[in-house]
């Protein structure tokens, strides 16, 4: 994979998300939509970048020159644990340690809050880059989701 030679690490800034102006929504919706992760939310609510974002225990943006080129969140209850989601990186930035330092960023504000266990359910093919940030797989544990059923018999 080759990268734009004008794009480095030290010139994307990763920081707390903290109030969201439309400009930043806009972003945020489009980093999900080139990311893939779109499916995972209903485009129909216009306001579902807000929830998601208020809804969360933090949120780190990456930019470049003021465009968000990379973004994660943590949920939690705030005092024992917590869950990191949807860390993506803009497929320009990859490999530019952006998504790093997204990760780092949540572990860091979350440990600061004295939260002990944080987890995530890592995409296939990213579990190496998690256990380089610390990450163990549970061995025994089985992530599972709730779906639920088309026809309610019985």
Excluded at 24 to 37: A, C, E, P
Aim: proline share 3%; hydrophobic share 40%; charged share 25%.
């Amino acid at each position: 994979m080759t990268h734009d030679k004008a794009i480095d690490e030290p010139s994307v800034e990763v920081r707390l998300i903290r109030q969201q102006d439309p400009s930043f929504r806009s972003q945020l919706q489009d980093l999900y939509r080139h990311t893939g992760w779109l499916e995972a939310h209903d485009e129909s609510n216009d306001n579902w970048i807000s929830f998601l974002v208020s809804g969360s225990f933090c949120c780190f943006g990456a930019f470049h020159e003021e465009r968000l080129v990379g973004f994660g969140r943590a949920i939690s209850d705030g005092v024992s644990d917590a869950y990191i989601q949807d860390v993506m990186v803009a497929d320009a930035y990859r490999g530019l340690n952006v998504g790093s330092r997204i990760v780092r960023a949540l572990l860091d504000e979350l440990q600061q809050h004295e939260i002990k266990w944080i987890g995530l359910i890592a995409a296939p093919g990213t579990a190496p880059f998690y256990r380089r940030l610390g990450f163990l797989t549970l061995t025994g544990h089985v992530p599972m989701r709730y779906q639920e059923k088309e026809n309610h018999a019985g």
